[in-house]
Each structure stands twice: as structure tokens, then as C-alpha cells.
């Protein structure tokens, strides 16, 4: 099962990878960015998985699964929304310059 | 939670990653981002991490939807006439 | 004729397979685990003798590296920081117009089961799963609905950006005002029950020291920090929408 | 407990800056220079102590292997001067410029500030990358202050690739902690000699991979040529002169720590990223018509060799890297400053019609040429002395090539600083046209950064000088010692 986890998790991230490098609308520029945040968090996660574990909520019914990835993983997905979230603003306002999102119409610096 | 379930989610996974890479329309790919953020955290929470999970599917799921909402309805507009971007060029 | 594009979506395709690979082969090398080793099992048994908190996870974000969080509460800080002064220039045009009476019946009368929600995520966040991203999010959730239904306008009255202005530096000092409390202590920046903080009965809910204090900074933080980015992005949607009725259309 | 305060207290300036704001609208000048003195100080003390006796920050009391540490030691010393003395040089001119108005220009420094004091002294990888994220984060931001749409879309380069790049750093450190389970790099340095072969290459990959786009060095180089010519004077100078070099002392620290027993085929791989860097940097440059593009370019050949030497993995070559570092701090700054002075003035950014310039003002060319001098490698000056350790130590690691490619490059870069200079000297063909379209212009004479531009000349041939005495020479040996001395950093820590 935690295999599974990785096999999908890499498949994502490439995914991710992917979009950016071959889309030319930078919407999907920013997707892209989202989905290998969210491969790099399911990689975290299923990396403290042990079988038969429960929450790391004190009383344990069991043995508990790793928490210290749970507190990564927290702090990775709000640091990826402000990124996200610096990004779409980027967009806007430069939409309102070139009245476009695509990026072989943005091209006012090259280098 | 059984094995099977899992490899369910995890295609249901990659089929909305794919359709966010693929498809053409800017708005579906963000509400599919919205269902991927709901997948990923039924994920986090089989993976027996609670707080993840509320996190995930509050954030990913909530406000960055909506942000991505607001951006592209600011973006995907016909073209009008803006005083104040005029001053600013 | 359009080979070029084409050329190059295939290198992508190539580069990224060749990366899943690698990174695949790096996983599958490592060892499977059947334990907790390292650190981590050192939380599991110690977390609620050390800092008396019962959310392992809320005792490792907000005691053993609280440094971590005080760091990612300021990369929101510094987002909404650059957000606002993206969008700086832009009068604000305030709409009074909403959804339909209905819709906003219904959000009256569930908003404040939601802030409720919001309030017991954050006020419990040393003792079940949650804490103060998960709700400080829900608040700004909250703020993002009303100002959905009922109209900026409403939305601005009851959270007008001073507030969450105020709001956001007074938690991010508060959380920084209790790391200090440590330093001047003698025990290290951020510290907790060694610095002298009550530990409370366990599973209680005012126990476990600072971790109820950091949670309430880290809520009003990424609570009032997500609201603020919102109605910053916000701003020029409405400018468009009073120019397309009236103003001059190209 | 002054590793602590380093990075508060810049922190706390930043968050108090809405504050005042509320109360005031502009705030005065004064105010913000002595918080940026204060916060200076802070990382001055921090270190000092970290020179003298290597200390240790044991953060909320937790041992090493449990909390997160602070750790500064003559690397991290040297690099807080650093960025010390650059950030302070760029707060001056930008409250010289800008005043007291922009107040969130102000808070984003601070927290830059803050930020850039985290990557140096935190011992522990996640804080490290939580610590990158802020850093970066500002440096957008800064990147998109002047608000034009060249510096936004700059900015927006500079972020997706930058982001990408923290990715994979975040990847890198996830893998680390799959294999080990820990996070604290000295107790990692120990725990990665077991680490399968595989899952080595797997992290060496990815941590390399996302500091070098963070660095700017040539394959992914994109956006730093933009994002440092679109940008305002000061910023430009802040980004050129300090940014890339806290991303330099992230790939020394890491590489040092991680892969230098484990690993070496990553020191061979920054050696080619390093040469291949200085070549292309050099070239491009060669093509550039802007001013500020031109030394934009200059700037990614310089991290080239800042990383030749690093690639050396020997103490010599560290050492010889660190104090390029230090060198290319004075020497991009002063020119960034001298060049947005003097094209803002003129209001051109083009090199051939920045003429006449010696007659108008003499000082910023004379601090302009000793800088490049500098720049390209004049032997009694300081640019000089760093190059020819960087030869020495890539000859002693035994390959020739880079220090064949740092030959040609200062071939290179004497032709293209010869044609701004010449531009600069020629005589102007419109200044007896109409010498009143100028004048309100110079109403306000830019005191403060041409006492900065000076200084840093000034410095530029005393570190020169100095580099001759053996005395001094030892100073910087023992650096590129501490560098790569993994048991004595993980002894710090543990106690050991």
C-alpha cells in the first residue's frame, strides 16, 4: 500500500513537472506548481505510515504512525498557498498589461 | 482500510491530475484541482494523519480555489476600458 | 512546419520519465520501515510528560520546533505584505449587492456555527487534530463566504482591513512576545514548560503552556493574513464591473 | 542566545512596521535607520561570536537531536558580514531614494534581513528550507516593487522558477528524512554514509538541483538576468551583491556537510555548472546593449567561479570561494549603485548613449572603473587576488580546464567593461544642447551612495593589498577549513 503511495506520488509530481515545462498558459504554470506541491506532501505523509498505526493523538489505541511528517506536511501546504497565492497575483496584474495569459504572448524579456 | 479502496482512490488520483494537465478550459482545471484536494485529503486521512488532512482540505480545497476563482474571473474577461491601469503604464 | 513544439513537449515527456525513475529507484532502495525510529518515537512517548499536549503533531509544531511555524506563519506575513502592495494603487469600489435572500439567510444563520467551529479548532488544538492554520483558514473561509453572499461592502463593515491589519502583526508579535518570555527565562527562545509556563492537567483545556497561546497567534495570523489576501485580489473586480456599466468599453 | 536575536529582532522590526504605520502614514526616516541599525548590530554580534568561539542555540531547550539548533561558525560568520555589510549599504540608498514612504518596501527588507540571518545560522534542513521560503518569497516581492511590467514579469519568472527549485529542495529533504528519519545536519552528515547508493543519488540530485536555481548558475540561469535588471538600484545591487551569496552559503553548507565523505561526483558536477556559468555568463554579456542586463550577465559568470571553487572540495578551494563571495559583494554592489545612478540621470539604460559622463560626473566614473578594474582582475586589487586563489586551488584538485575558462573569461570581461568605460569617457555629443534639461535632475545629489560607492572602491584595493600578507591570508584559510572540517561542526553540535 505505501508503495502504491510513492508509484502514484512520483507519477504526480512528473504530472506536475510536465505542465509547466510544456504548457503555454500560465494558469496551468501554476497548476503544475500545485500538483507537485501535493505529490512532494503525499510522498511525506505515506513516508510515516507504518502498518496497523493509528493517529499520533494521545491515548494511542496501538502504535502510533510518525508525526513529526504530519508537522512538515502542515507547514509545507500553507507555505505552497502563499506561493500560490503570490503567483496568481503576479498573473493578474500582469494580464492587465499584455490582456493575455499565454506565454508566447508574454514576451517582453527573453534571456 | 482495504487495499482495493486504495488503489481506486490513488487511479481516481492521477485521472484528475491528468485532466488538470490536459484539459484546454482554464475553470475546469481548477475545479478539478478542488476535487484532486478533496482525494488527496480522504488520502491523508486513511493514512491516519487527522491534522493533515483538515489542513489539506481546508487550504488546498478552500481558499486556494477560491483565489484561483478570483484570478480567473479578474483574467477571463472581455476587454474593457481601465482608468486607473492607464496611469500606471 | 510545427515541428518544434512538438520536438520539444517530447524532450519534457523524456526529462520527466527519466526523473519519476530516478526518484523511484531512490525509494524502492530505501529499507521498509516497521517502526517509528529516530526523533519521532521520542515524541510519541515523551510529548505529553514534556510539553502536556495530547496532539503529538500540535506538540511538535508548537514546542520542539516552534521555530519551524513562527518561520511559516511569516512566509503568509510576507505574501500578504507583497500582495497588498501589488494591488496598493487600486481604489477600492465597495459593492452593496449580494446573492439572493435565501443564500443569505442561510450563511446568517450558519456563519456563526462556523466561527464556532473555527474558535474550538484553534482554543483545542493541543488535545484533538487541529490548531491554529486549520482555524485561522476556516476563518478566513468565513470571511470569504459573507463577502461572497452579502457583498464586499458587508464584509469590509464588520472586517475593515485596519482591523485585520492589526490583527496580523499583533499575532505575529504575540508569538514572538512568547518566545522571548523563554529567552529572558534562561531556557532558549520558544521554550515552554521549562521556562515556567503551568503544564494544567492533561487533556484539560487550558494546559500545556504555550501551545494554546501559539495557536491563538498563529490563528489571528493566517485567519486575518488569507482574509487580507482575498480582499486584495478582490479589489478589481469590482472597479470592472462599475466601468463596464457606465465608463467607456474599447 | 545573539544567534537568536539575529534573526528576531529583524523579525519583530518587520512585524512592527504595519504598526506604525497605523498610526502614521509616512514613516520618518530616522525611525527605519535605526531599526535597520539595530537589526544590523544584532547580526554583527551574532557574528562576532560565531568567529571568535562557536556557538551553539539550543532552540526551546530541546537537545539537538529532538529541537532545532542555531549554529554559527566562521563560515556563517563570514557570510553574516556579508550580508551585513551589504544590506546595510542597500537600506542606506533606498532610504536615500525612496524616504520613509514605501512602508512595505521596508517590512519586506526586514523580513529579507530576518530571513537571510535564518539560512545562515540555522543547523537543521527543513527550517533551512522553511527559512528559503521567506528569503525567496521577499525576493520577489523586491524584484516587483518598481511595479513597471518588466519588473513583474521578472518577477513572475523569478517566482515559478524559483518555486520549482524549493520543490525540489523540499523533495530533497523529504528523501533525506525517509532514508535517516532525522534532520539536523550535522547528526545527517553522520546518518548519510549508510544511505543506499540509490537513494543517494536521489537527494544529491535534488537538493543540488533546486539550490542551483536558486543560485543562477548557467543551465537554469533564466531569471536572473530580468529579475536583476528590471529591479530598483538598490534592489538590484541587494540581490546581486547579497541574495545569490546566501544561496552560495546554502549549496557550501549542504554540499560540505552532506556529500563530501558520501558523494563526490556532486563536487564534480558544481565544477561543470561553475565553468560551464562562467563561460556563458561571460558570452552573454558580451552581446548586451543595456547597462544594468550587462552586469546582470557579469554576475552569473561571477557565480561560476564562486562555484569552480567550491567544486574544488578542498579547504583552499572553499576558502578562495568564500572570499570571491566577499569580493564580488563590494564590487557588484558599488557598480549596480554607480550604474542606476548614472542611467537614471541620463534616463537611458543603453551603454552607447551613456556618454559624456566623465566631464558631468567624474566621481562615479573614477568609482565606476576602479570597480571594474577590480571586476576583471587588475592585479593589485582584490578581484585579482580571489580569481588567482580559485586557479591555485582548481589547479591543486587537479583539473585544468576551469582554470583555463577563468583565463578566458577575464579576457572576456576586460573587452565588455572596456566598452562601458569607453562609452563613459567619450564625449557626449547632446550636453551642449540643452544643459537645463538636466538640471532639476541633479537637485538631488545622491550623497549618501556615492560615499558608498567610494568606500567600497576604497575597500576593494585595501582587501587587495591585505590579501598579499600572510596574516591575513591565514584569516581566510582558516575559513575554508572551517568549511570543510565535517567532524569539528558536528562535534559543535552533539557536544561531542
Not at chain 2, 490513488?10 to 485521472?15: E, G, K, V
Not at chain 3, 489576501?229 to 469590482?238: A, E, G, N, Q, V
Not at chain 4, 558523494?263 to 552573454?284: E, P, Y
Amino acid at each position: 500500500m505505501i508503495t502504491l503511495s510513492y508509484v502514484t506520488s512520483v507519477i504526480i509530481f512528473c504530472i506536475g513537472l510536465y505542465t509547466i515545462m510544456a504548457r503555454r498558459n500560465l494558469f496551468k504554470t501554476v497548476l503544475g506548481l500545485a500538483l507537485m506541491e501535493s505529490a512532494i506532501l503525499l510522498i511525506i505523509v505515506s513516508s510515516g505510515y507504518i502498518p496497523g498505526g493509528v493517529p499520533p493523538i494521545e491515548p494511542f489505541m496501538g502504535p502510533a504512525v510518525n508525526p513529526l511528517p504530519h508537522a512538515f506536511t502542515l507547514t509545507a501546504i500553507v507555505i505552497g498557498a502563499s506561493d500560490i497565492a503570490l503567483a496568481l497575483a503576479f498573473i493578474i496584474k500582469l494580464q492587465r498589461h499584455y490582456r493575455s495569459v499565454d506565454l508566447d504572448r508574454i514576451r517582453g524579456l527573453r534571456g | 482500510m482495504s487495499l482495493a479502496f486504495m488503489v481506486f482512490l490513488y487511479l481516481f488520483l492521477i485521472a484528475t491530475a491528468l485532466v488538470i494537465s490536459a484539459i484546454g478550459d482554464i475553470l475546469s482545471a481548477v475545479i478539478t484541482l478542488s476535487v484532486f484536494g478533496i482525494l488527496l485529503a480522504t488520502a491523508f486521512a486513511i493514512l491516519q494523519a487527522p491534522d493533515v488532512a483538515l489542513t489539506q482540505a481546508v487550504i488546498n480545497s478552500g481558499i486556494v480555489t477560491a483565489l484561483f476563482l478570483v484570478a480567473f474571473s479578474q483574467t477571463e474577461r472581455p476587454p474593457c476600458y481601465d482608468k486607473e491601469e492607464e496611469k500606471e503604464e | 512546419m510545427n515541428i518544434r513544439p512538438f520536438l520539444f513537449r517530447i524532450t519534457a515527456l523524456f526529462l520527466c520519465a527519466f526523473l519519476g525513475v530516478m526518484l523511484f529507484r531512490g525509494i524502492a532502495a530505501m529499507p521498509p520501515k516497521e517502526s517509528v525510529t529516530g526523533p519521532a518515537a521520542h515524541y510519541l512517548e515523551r510529548a505529553s510528560r514534556e510539553t502536556g499536549a495530547r496532539n503529538v503533531v500540535g506538540a511538535i509544531l508548537f514546542d520542539y520546533r516552534a521555530f519551524d511555524t513562527l518561520g511559516e506563519s511569516t512566509v503568509i506575513f510576507t505574501a500578504v505584505c507583497g500582495i497588498s502592495m501589488l494591488f496598493s494603487r487600486r481604489k477600492f469600489h465597495r459593492s452593496s449587492s449580494g446573492l439572493s435572500f435565501i443564500a443569505k439567510r442561510g450563511i446568517g444563520i450558519m456563519a456563526p456555527f462556523l466561527i464556532m467551529y473555527a474558535t474550538v479548532i484553534i482554543l483545542f488544538g493541543h488535545i484533538s487534530p487541529g490548531g491554529g492554520f486549520q482555524g485561522g483558514t476556516i476563518f478566513a473561509t468565513v470571511t470569504v463566504l459573507l463577502c461572497v453572499v452579502f457583498g464586499s461592502s458587508f464584509e469590509s463593515s464588520y472586517f475593515p482591513p485596519k482591523t485585520k491589519e492589526s490583527l496580523e502583526s499583533g499575532g505575529a508579535l504575540l508569538f514572538c512576545g512568547i518566545g522571548l518570555v523563554g529567552l529572558a527565562a534562561g531556557t532558549g527562545f520558544l521554550s515552554n514548560l521549562s521556562a515556567g509556563f503551568p503544564a494544567g492537567r492533561e487533556g484539560s483545556l487550558l494546559s500545556a503552556g504555550t501551545i494554546p497561546l501559539l495557536n491563538i497567534a498563529v490563528g489571528m495570523k493566517v485567519g486575518a493574513g488569507l482574509s487580507a489576501i482575498f480582499y486584495s485580489m478582490i479589489k478589481m473586480l469590482d472597479t470592472t464591473n462599475d466601468y463596464r456599466e457606465g465608463g467607456p468599453i474599447r | 542566545m545573539t544567534l537568536v536575536l539575529a534573526i528576531v529582532v529583524p523579525l519583530v522590526a518587520a512585524f512592527l512596521i504595519p504598526v506604525f504605520h497605523l498610526a502614521r502614514k509616512t514613516l520618518p526616516v530616522s525611525l527605519i535607520g535605526i531599526m535597520g541599525l539595530i537589526s544590523l548590530s544584532a547580526s554583527m554580534a551574532a557574528a562576532y561570536a560565531g568567529w571568535f568561539s562557536p556557538e551553539v542555540s539550543l532552540l526551546g531547550g530541546w537537545a539537538p537531536e529532538i529541537g532545532i539548533v542555531l549554529v554559527a561558525d566562521r563560515l556563517s560568520s563570514a557570510f553574516l558580514l556579508i550580508t551585513g555589510i551589504g544590506s546595510g549599504a542597500a537600506l542606506a540608498c533606498a532610504l536615500e531614494k525612496f524616504g520613509g514612504g514605501p512602508w512595505r518596501f521596508y517590512a519586506i527588507f526586514f523580513l529579507l534581513l530576518g530571513s537571510m540571518n535564518g539560512i545562515l545560522l540555522t543547523g537543521d534542513l527543513f527550517n533551512l528550507f522553511v527559512f528559503y521560503e521567506i528569503f525567496s518569497v521577499a525576493a520577489y516581492l523586491l524584484v516587483a516593487f518598481s511595479m513597471s511590467w518588466q519588473a513583474l514579469e521578472a518577477g513572475l519568472k523569478y517566482l515559478v522558477l524559483g518555486t520549482i527549485g524549493a520543490l525540489f529542495i523540499l523533495l530533497g529533504t523529504a528523501f533525506t528524512f525517509m532514508a535517516t528519519g532525522i534532520l539536523n545536519m550535522a547528526l545527517l552528515s553522520e546518518a548519510l554514509v549508510s544511505v543506499p547508493r540509490e537513494t543517494l543519488t536521489a537527494i544529491s540530485a535534488c537538493l543540488v538541483l533546486g539550490l542551483t536555481i536558486k543560485t543562477g548558475a548557467f543551465p537554469v540561469h533564466f531569471w536572473l538576468p530580468d529579475a536583476h535588471s528590471s529591479a530598483q538600484t538598490a534592489v538590484s545591487a541587494l540581490l546581486s551583491g547579497v541574495l545569490v551569496k546566501v544561496s552560495i552559503y546554502a549549496l557550501m553548507r549542504v554540499c560540505f556537510l552532506f556529500f563530501l565523505e558520501t558523494n563526490g561526483t556532486v563536487f564534480l558536477a558544481i565544477t561543470v555548472i561553475g565553468s560551464l556559468s562562467a563561460l556563458g555568463g561571460h558570452l552573454m554579456a558580451l552581446r548586451q546593449d543595456d547597462i544594468k542586463r550587462l552586469l546582470a550577465y557579469s554576475t552569473v559568470a561571477q557565480i561560476g567561479y564562486i562555484l569552480i571553487g567550491v567544486g574544488c572540495a578542498s579547504a583552499a578551494g572553499a576558502a578562495a570561494a568564500v572570499f570571491h563571495s566577499f569580493n564580488h559583494m563590494l564590487m557588484k554592489m558599488g557598480l549596480f549603485i554607480a550604474a542606476g545612478n548614472v542611467s537614471d540621470e541620463k534616463g537611458t539604460r543603453e551603454i552607447c548613449k551613456l556618454t559624456g559622463l566623465w566631464k558631468e560626473k567624474p566621481f562615479w566614473v573614477l568609482g565606476f572603473t576602479v570597480l571594474s578594474a577590480a571586476i576583471v582582475g587588475i592585479p593589485p586589487l582584490n578581484g585579482f587576488m580571489s580569481k588567482w586563489f580559485i586557479i591555485l586551488s582548481s589547479a591543486g584538485a587537479g583539473t585544468v580546464i576551469p582554470a583555463l575558462v577563468i583565463a578566458a573569461g577575464t579576457v572576456i570581461s576586460a573587452a565588455y567593461y572596456l566598452r562601458v568605460l569607453s562609452a563613459f569617457v567619450s564625449p557626449g555629443e547632446s550636453d551642449q544642447e540643452d544643459p537645463f534639461k538636466s538640471s532639476p535632475r541633479k537637485v538631488r545629489s545622491k550623497i549618501v551612495s556615492l560615499t558608498i560607492v567610494g568606500s567600497f572602491a576604497m575597500f576593494c584595493l585595501a582587501l587587495g593589498i591585505m590579501a598579499f600578507s600572510p596574516f591575513s591570508r591565514e584569516y581566510f584559510s582558516s575559513i575554508g577549513r572551517t568549511a570543510v572540517d565535517v567532524g569539528a561542526y558536528v562535534g559543535l553540535v552533539t557536544g561531542r
